[in-house]
């Protein structure tokens, strides 16, 4: 019944507006009560010593017996409001003016009396009702037969109607009700108004739990948003907290789906690899099981080609596996290049030097072309090696004889261009943007180089760890240009 928050607060609530008005109700019948006892005490206050002098109760210094009997007697009959008491001076009680029966105590405290004579204590002051052996109510009281000589006290107990008065009061009168309606009304109005506030405060703490039930129920693969409007001008807590929801579940979703993106991407190349594992080592399985049987038929011209193609296979096997081990090392979360200054046309030097061979055996032109004054760049030269390896290596292999490949090296802004650039065969535009993905190859070319296909897939990681882009352009008969830019050094 209370499981939601606004039901525990307006529970809260009614229970809190509840205890107020009883409260209320408590302290207001108790202090009007007080109130009146003390205000009928002042009044009445010099009532016993009036009593005396009117009466001539005292006569010659002494106490009239008689004038008393029929004072007493005056008094029950016009005036029930009030009791008078004879008392000695120990507080017993000699004679009264009330019902002989009803009279239930044979003395009464001096406590309250001195108090009251001493002029000291606050009003109202209780003394013993004779009438019950419990209850206290105001008196006024005065010695006689006089202040200088008392030889006991004239005891007037002011009778209570005042309290129930009070009561009638609380029950009857228009104001009493007048005043109970309107505190009930405060107290209704403060609990309506309690109720809508927590109402709208509530709401939307509802609503972001709905959301996030959503989310759970979706199996966390669909954000069920908050936030449907656009941001509030001032937010509170709520709606940060559902923002920070909002986040939350939106990144959440995302890596969900980039890891199961990334798991097939994984089973893809665990199948590719193998498969391009299983190729090579079944040649060489086959071309060695052949030496074997056939050992003594063989002429040794035979055997020394198939010795050729069982060591290609094993070059193969051995260059496939080297790469694949470096793209899972640069492709690894930890894998970052250790940039320090160098000069780059000493790089692209060494490296065109070391293709010339090549270049010769290809009947291609190799040559650099440096931009005078180039800064020096920031960034890691084993890596940057390997990228102008693998891209000259592919210009060459892609160049027939009499091409050429220039490499030129540019300064632009903040950056030092690197380009290779081929007249060979160019890249058809369908297979451009997957050059660069694991194992690709352009289709007529597969029986190629003895390569698997992930020198550019290498290339374009180690380019991207250096915060740049490797750059493709290529048209097909005319040939291709790889790009890409390096930060220039700037000395601390
Ligand atoms: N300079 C180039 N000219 C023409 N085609 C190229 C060039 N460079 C790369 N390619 C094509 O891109 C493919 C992928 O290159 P790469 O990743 O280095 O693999 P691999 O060299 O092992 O074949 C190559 O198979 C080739 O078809
Ligand atoms: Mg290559």
């Not at 798991?263 to 399985?285: F, G, I, K, M, Y």
Request: hydrophobic residues 45%.
């Amino acid at each position: 019944m209370f499981r939601t928050l606004y039901a525990k607060l307006a529970l809260g609530l009614v229970v809190l507006i509840a205890a107020m008005g009883l409260v209320y109700a408590l302290v207001s019948f108790s202090a009007t009560r007080h109130y009146l006892a003390e205000v009928n005490q002042q009044l009445n206050r010099d009532l016993a010593r009036n009593l005396v002098a009117d009466r001539d109760l005292v006569a010659e210094g002494r106490l009239n017996e008689l004038a008393l009997k029929s004072m007493f007697h005056d008094y029950m009959l016009i005036n029930p409001s009030i009791e008078i008491y004879l008392l000695d001076l120990d507080g017993r009680i000699l004679s009264y003016s009330a019902d002989p029966g009803k009279v239930k105590r044979k003395h009464v405290s001096l406590k309250p009396i001195d108090a009251f004579l001493d002029d000291s204590a606050s009003f109202p002051l209780l003394g013993d009702d004779p009438r019950s052996h419990d209850r206290r109510k105001v008196f006024s009281v005065t010695p006689v037969p006089s202040a200088e000589s008392p030889q006991g006290y004239l005891y007037v107990v002011l009778r209570g109607e005042m309290y129930d008065f009070v009561d009638e009061f609380a029950e009857g009168s228009y104001f009493a009700r007048l005043s109970a309606w309107a505190v009930a009304a405060t107290l209704a109005f403060g609990l309506l108004a309690g109720l809508i506030v927590f109402r709208l405060l509530t709401r939307r703490l509802q609503r972001l739990t709905a959301a996030m039930d959503n989310f759970r129920l979706s199996d966390f693969s669909e954000p069920a948003y908050f936030q449907k409007k656009p941001a509030l001008a001032a937010p509170d807590e709520v709606d940060r907290l559902g923002v920070t929801f909002d986040q939350m579940a939106g990144r959440i979703v995302e890596q969900i789906q980039e890891l199961k993106q990334q798991d097939s991407l994984r089973r893809d190349l665990v199948a590719q690899v193998s498969h391009d594992l299983r190729t090579p080592l079944a040649a060489l399985h086959g071309y060695l099981e052949t030496l074997k049987l056939k050992e003594g038929t063989l002429t040794a011209e035979q055997r020394a080609d198939y010795f050729a193609i069982v060591l290609r296979q094993s070059e193969y096997l051995t260059r496939l596996v080297g790469e694949l081990f470096e793209l899972a090392k640069l492709e690894a979360q930890e894998a970052s290049p250790q940039r320090e200054p160098f000069s780059l046309p000493e790089l692209v030097q060494d490296v065109v030097q070391k293709f010339q061979l090549k270049a010769g055996e290809c009947e291609v032109e190799l040559a650099m072309e440096l931009d005078a004054d180039l800064p020096l760049v920031c960034a890691d030269i084993a890596l940057v090696e390997r990228v102008l390896d693998n891209l000259i290596d592919n210009a060459l292999t892609h160049t027939p004889p009499g091409g050429t490949v220039r490499v030129p090296v540019r300064r632009d802004a903040e950056q030092v261009i690197l380009c290779v650039a081929d007249t060979g065969s160019g890249i058809p535009e369908g297979d451009l943007p997957r050059i660069f993905d694991r194992f690709y190859r352009v289709a007529d070319q597969q029986s190629g180089n003895g390569h698997a296909g992930l020198g550019l897939a290498i290339a374009r990681r180690i380019v991207e760890l250096h915060g740049s882009e490797l750059d493709v352009r290529s048209r097909p008969g005319e040939g291709t240009t790889f790009a890409f830019g390096l930060p220039v050094w700037n000395a601390p």
